[in-house]
């Protein structure tokens, strides 16, 4: 059973399996993540004659965008997430398109710029049924345990 306001995402009382222990997961997920986009970043700055140590948050912050987008847009889970067996659905219970790998990319880099925007996320993330942060909240999607296949 869904609920009427996101019917396609799965019910946390009918199905809670599918949001257990995602905000741990999310969190290693992400220092995954963030390893990964930092050797990424490593490797750009000799390509840039070592000028992009002048200005190396801001290569960090552009290749963190666009290995979030890539990867959420291409399989709606980053490969951290793939990692930790996570992916984000949007409110039809769909897999992330373009646009909402972009306009979450988008939130998740407006809500990590503000400690207190990131606190409330994460603290919604701890209380929510669903397991939402802030920008989840806001586009309708949701962090959830992959599904297994059909055997």
């Known amino acids: 059973m869904f609920a009427p306001s996101l019917p396609g995402l799965p019910d946390p009382d009918a199905a809670p399996g599918f949001y257990d222990g995602v905000p741990a997961k999310r969190l290693l997920a992400w220092i995954v993540d963030s390893a990964l986009i930092l050797v990424i970043t490593l490797v750009a700055v000799p390509f840039t004659g070592f000028t992009a140590l002048f200005f190396f948050p801001l ?6 965008f666009v290995y979030r987008v890539a990867t959420l ?20 219970g769909r897999r992330l398109d373009l646009a909402h790998a972009v306009l979450h990319t988008l939130g998740y880099t407006l809500s990590i710029s503000t400690v207190l925007v990131q606190a409330w996320s994460v603290v919604l ?8 942060g802030l920008t989840d909240l806001i586009l309708g999607t949701a962090a959830i345990n992959r599904p297994s296949l059909p055997g």
């Open 59 to 64: 290569l960090w912050l552009a290749v963190g």
């Open 125 to 132: 993330m701890l209380t929510g049924s669903r397991r939402q």
């Open 73 to 92: 847009a291409r399989g709606s889970a980053t490969p951290g997430m793939r990692l930790l067996g996570i992916e984000f659905r949007d409110r039809s």
